[in-house]
């Protein structure tokens, strides 16, 4: 069933670690943001479908861990790929060029979390108002 | 794709005017804006301006301990709470390895397929309210209220049910409820062929949303659409089949699947679902275990260090609720992936170079829950 999961990773010369299905997962990648985008055109040629795109703010560890879910119509293929970046001013790649459903998610974890995704078509908030510049889902943030 | 709409009256030079659809009053159905550029009654562009609704459901979720989040996490899709309930409870049970009865598992599944039905009914009074048909909407809300009579019997609430407990039910059902639900299934089973009589075949109808607003199957991967409206586009992706939780795999329905993915394929395969939905309760109830309804859970949940990942089939697609755990008393972090948001999300594209008497009816289709898109 997920041959077309070892399919795409090995496109994106990556390897297939099979997670257990206990947790709702099938397979889980820790990437470099480098490696972000040539996953994505690989899940994408495969016929994967997004999910969603978040993050988890590590705060005692410094980090800001980019998190990308991405699952395929045939099911028993959810993929969760996961980029730690500095929790200063992260920075992570933009996949909506190539998933143009991503966009919406990428405004709005970048709203929530001051992430930067770099390449999004669209850097409007999304859920906040326009002019809103405090980044509410951070574990430091203490209100308005 | 293109840059973003920018609001000023400059764009009016040319001939195109911009026009606001929407926000309406918190207290209708939905509270979506639109910014549509158009060109006479064709848009060029449309920008949907989300957030009107948001109440920042995930913080406030991490602000709490996990029994406390339950009622809240109803209160995203008020029109389809108990699948909201129960992807909250089975990711708790899942990240904390509790089991569920038997008879647990089979009210809950009796209680969603419940709500499914309601929330299909009310989707479609309101479609054809849309399409300006009156009558439907009156229609459907007659055989809805049987069902919110139902459930409001067991779970004391009407909309926002918060009914299902970590570990099994709130409430025990009884012979009585179970006896009601049989014959509302007999009863609205004979009634449904006056739904499919009344609009199904009706001209305007079929006119209205035959070759509007297809959607590709290639392009729903784009956009994570899931649920019907994915289905209406032939794929047949369905939680409920593919990743069987809460007993789902023991009963036997069929995923209904249309191939043009346009509004009409969206309307055929909701109103087959109610069929599906109306099987799987009768397998059920005619199956019902005795026993407990509760298993022993400690009093205060405190999970292991880790993450869950659950996904659920609401009836508007998929909703995955992501959990990671500190090992405390209150999650950490709680992503909700809801269908609404990813659905509504493609009608930008739907919408360009359309009527706008067509976009109403693509909206419409797409069946959101703008509370549950703003979260």
């Not at chain 2, 939780?245 to 969206?266: H, I, K, N």
Request: glycine share 8%.
């Amino acid at each position: 069933m997920s041959s077309r999961l070892q399919r795409a990773l090995e496109q994106a010369g990556l390897e297939y670690r099979p997670e257990s299905p206990r947790i709702g997962l099938h397979c889980s990648l820790l990437l470099e943001p480098e490696q972000l985008r040539p996953l994505a055109l690989a899940l994408a040629r495969e016929g994967f479908f997004i999910e969603t795109v978040t993050a988890v703010d590590r705060i005692g560890e410094g980090l800001m861990e980019g998190i990308y879910l991405f699952n395929h119509y045939d099911g028993d293929m959810r993929l969760l790929a996961r980029l730690p970046v500095s929790r200063t001013r992260p920075v992570l790649p933009s996949i909506g060029r190539i998933f143009p459903g991503a966009v919406w998610h990428e405004r709005e974890s970048a709203e929530m979390f001051g992430i930067t995704y770099d390449g999004c078509p669209d850097s409007r908030n999304l859920l906040l108002p326009e002019d809103a510049d405090f980044h509410p889902l951070r574990k430091d943030f203490t209100g308005v | 794709m293109s840059a973003p709409l920018t609001y000023s009256l400059e764009s009016t030079d040319n001939g195109n005017f911009l026009l606001n659809l929407g926000p309406q009053h918190p207290g209708t159905h939905g509270v979506l804006r639109v910014v549509l550029q158009m060109d006479g009654e064709y848009i060029l562009r449309a920008d949907p301006v989300l957030g009107y609704g948001h109440r920042m459901q995930e913080k406030i979720a991490e602000n709490m301990t996990y029994l406390q989040a339950l009622p809240y996490v109803c209160r995203m899709d008020y029109l389809g709470a108990m699948s909201y309930s129960l992807a909250w409870v089975l990711a708790v049970e899942r990240l904390c390895s509790f089991e569920v009865p038997e008879r647990a598992v089979h009210v809950r599944v009796i209680a969603c397929e419940l709500n499914r039905i309601a929330s299909h009914l009310l989707w479609w009074g309101a479609y054809l309210l849309d399409l300006g048909a009156f009558t439907p909407f009156l229609q459907a809300f007659a055989d809805r209220e049987r069902i919110l009579d139902l459930l409001e019997s067991i779970t004391g609430s009407r909309l926002t049910y918060c009914y299902f407990r970590f570990g099994g039910l709130g409430a025990d059902v009884d012979e009585t409820f179970l006896a009601r639900v049989a014959e509302f299934v007999t009863g609205f089973r004979s009634r449904l062929p006056r739904y499919h009589d009344l609009v199904t075949g009706n001209v305007i109808f079929q006119r209205r949303s035959r070759d509007v607003g297809v959607i590709l199957p290639f392009e729903a991967a784009g956009y994570g659409i899931t649920g019907p409206c994915l289905r209406g586009s032939g794929l047949a992706y369905d939680v409920r089949k593919k990743e069987p939780y809460s007993g789902y795999d023991r009963f036997e329905f069929t995923v209904p699947v249309a191939q043009e993915g346009d509004c009409l394929a969206r309307y055929n395969v909701r109103m087959a679902e109610l069929e599906e939905s109306l099987t799987i309760i009768e397998q059920a109830v005619a199956t019902m275990p005795e026993g407990p309804y509760r298993a022993r859970v400690p009093r205060v949940i405190r999970p292991p260090e880790g993450e869950v990942i659950m996904a659920v089939e609401t009836p508007r697609g998929e909703l995955v609720i992501h959990i990671v755990s500190d090992g405390s008393t209150r999650p950490w972090r709680v992503k909700f992936r809801v269908p609404s948001f990813a659905n509504l999300s493609i009608f930008a594209r739907l919408a360009r170079g359309q009527l706008l008497a067509d976009a109403l009816a693509i909206l419409g289709s797409l069946d959101m829950v703008i509370p549950e898109v703003d979260r």
